[in-house]
């Protein structure tokens, strides 16, 4: 969730430009990104570019003041809200945080819940990517010993450092139709950037790893792990680890759960591919105008950057 700089904030941020410390160091030292720090410095310093907390303060309050938030949310902030709901696809809190952080337009998220149920055309719902319905689901666990697949390593067995914070660790899965044709999603946890191919020879394991090199090989110094379920199209990570370098892990079975980042994804892919569309019939070049759609998200746990933004500031 986005939050404004407290008083204190803005006072160590004054003390760290008088010590010519990076935005970067002061970012760390109060606990807030420095993309934070630039725009802080950049949206309320003095007309002699000089940064002084407590009129940095002041400005920041009479802001505050001015925006909508405080006032009837005005006929433009409300057109803009549904283009990014109708033509990005974006949720409530993607469009809160994102105005607040990038513009210093405060509309909360419940206010744009409250538009799209009021909303008589149910277009806006239609783009929500759960309809406004909403289901519950328990998460069961089942450690498995799978044998379907030849020397398949446990997720057990994976470091404690891919936890999803570091940079480097992956998960995949396939989007299928009922035909077998079939997409690869793969999804760096840290930042959710997704990358989207079709495998022209469908579920064969050994082409679906040759894709799985093609995508990876530009980044394989960052690359670390993989992720994937005990589907047999995944047998071929041997040859996988053998030319990447990187270890591929095995969920337990019926336990999506395990590879939660590649599976809310595909949940958002399905809002442009829906269950029984046939895969055949679709471009490359579509498949990466919704690669795109997604990476271009902005999100919540990257205070509202996108994943391509901050995919590719971490794999330099």
Excluded at 210 to 230: G, H, S, Y
Excluded at 239 to 266: M, P
Aim: with cysteine; proline share 3%.
């Amino acid at each position: 969730m986005y939050k404004h700089l407290t008083r204190e904030q803005r006072y160590a941020i004054y003390l760290g430009i008088q010590k010519k410390e990076s935005y970067k160091a002061i970012a760390q030292a109060i606990g807030v990104s420095t993309s934070t720090i630039s725009r802080e410095v950049k949206r309320n310093s003095t007309r002699n570019n000089k940064y002084v907390w407590n009129k940095a303060q002041d400005s920041a309050e009479s802001r505050k003041h001015r925006s909508p938030g405080n006032r009837a949310t005005s006929a433009e902030i409300i057109w803009r809200v549904k283009q990014y709901i109708k033509e990005e696809q974006w949720s409530p809190k993607q469009i809160s945080g994102y105005l607040a952080t990038k513009e210093d337009i405060f509309i909360s998220h419940e206010t744009i819940y409250k538009l799209i149920r009021n909303d008589v055309t149910g277009e806006l719902a239609k783009n929500c990517r759960h309809k406004m319905k909403y289901t519950r689901k328990s998460n069961g666990y089942h450690v498995t010993k799978a044998t379907n697949i030849k020397n398949r390593v446990s997720i057990h067995e994976r470091p404690q450092e891919a936890n999803g914070k570091r940079f480097g660790d992956w998960e995949m899965d396939l989007i299928v139709d009922k035909d077998s044709n079939a997409i690869l999603t793969m999804i760096e946890r840290s930042t959710n950037y997704l990358m989207m191919a079709r495998l022209k020879e469908g579920k064969k394991a050994f082409p679906l790893a040759k894709v799985v090199r093609r995508l990876l090989l530009p980044f394989k110094e960052k690359a670390l792990t993989i992720t994937t379920d005990n589907s047999s199209e995944f047998a071929a990570h041997e040859w996988i680890t053998a030319q990447l370098g990187v270890q591929v892990y095995f969920t337990d079975s019926f336990s999506s759960w395990q590879k939660r980042a590649v599976e809310n994804t595909n949940k958002l892919i399905r809002q442009y591919i829906p269950k029984g569309t046939d895969i055949s019939s679709l471009t490359d070049g579509f498949i990466m105008k919704v690669q795109k759609k997604i990476n271009t998200r902005p999100r919540e746990k990257l205070n509202f950057l996108t994943p391509k933004e901050e995919f590719f500031k971490l794999c330099v």
